[in-house]
Each structure stands twice: as structure tokens, then as C-alpha cells.
């Protein structure tokens, strides 16, 4: 990923949780990197730095949206069905993630968040946050969505 900014938002599935991940945006797949780690509580900030986890980038276009698989105390099992030079479409299955764990979603710093701490969203449903894209004349500007 470049050095701009990013927001991340981070999804916490508990062991009754459907742990199905979803492409946040459209786009080609620009790289997929595991790292074996730890298996710390999910809930807890430093697990999306030192737990087993997936990163994949995601080229969407003008700009880069990224997903963490990020396993949990419980997780033992990351399956990212993804490769480099894939086209995805918003929303379609990309993986899971067995168990208790958690999806960190980076966007670009300048993203206009739609959720809130606390609450409750529904993959492939939910809208995470709303994206800026610059138009061809590079004056105006359009959103678009990610879920």
C-alpha cells in the first residue's frame, strides 16, 4: 500500500457470528500476504498487528481498499479463497475465517465512515463507508459505497 492516511474499521465476529468475508469494493486484486502469528483475543488492539492474519490489497480503481482476515483466541483456521489478478466484485465471497476472529477494512484516510463503535453489521449488507473518487476531470467528486 502507498503511505497516504487510511481509516481503518475493524469487525469483531463472535463464535455465533457467520465468519464469511466479503470484498469491500470492486476491484483486481493487487496482492494477497499471510503472516503466521498469534492467536490473542481478536477484541484486543495489538491482535491486528501480532495474530495470524491475511492482507489483501485490493486495486479499486484510483485508489486502494485493503481487508485484514485476522484470527482470534479461538481461530485457528484462515481461508482466503483470493489470488493476485483476480477481479472481484463488491460483495462477494472471498474467504473465512473459523471461529471468534476479526476483519480490519483500511480505506483511504479521506473516507466518510457510515458506522459507529458498538454496532452490529451485516456482511455483504452493511455500509461501511462512503468513497471518494476523483472524476476524470479530477474537479468533481463522486462517492462510492463499501460493504
Not at 26 to 51: C, D, H, I, P, Q
Not at 88 to 100: A, D, P, S, T, Y
Not at 115 to 141: E, H
Amino acid at each position: 500500500m502507498d503511505q497516504r492516511p487510511l481509516t481503518r474499521i475493524s469487525v469483531f465476529l463472535n463464535v455465533f457470528d457467520v465468519h464469511v468475508n466479503r470484498a469491500p469494493v470492486a476491484g483486481t486484486v493487487k496482492s494477497v500476504e499471510y503472516r503466521e502469528g498469534a492467536f490473542l483475543n481478536a477484541m484486543k488492539a495489538e491482535s491486528g498487528l501480532l495474530n495470524e492474519q491475511t492482507l489483501v490489497v485490493i486495486d479499486a480503481g484510483g485508489y486502494e481498499v485493503s481487508y485484514k482476515q485476522i484470527a482470534g483466541l479461538l481461530a485457528r483456521r484462515i481461508v482466503c479463497t483470493v489470488q493476485p489478478g483476480q477481479r472481484l466484485e463488491r460483495g462477494q465471497r472471498v474467504g473465512m475465517i473459523k471461529f471468534g476472529s476479526r476483519t480490519d477494512v483500511l480505506l483511504p484516510g479521506d473516507v466518510v465512515p457510515q458506522v459507529r463503535t458498538g454496532m452490529r453489521v451485516k456482511g455483504g449488507a452493511t455500509v461501511l463507508a462512503i468513497l471518494p473518487i476523483a472524476a476524470k476531470d479530477d474537479q468533481k467528486r463522486a462517492a462510492a459505497v463499501v460493504s
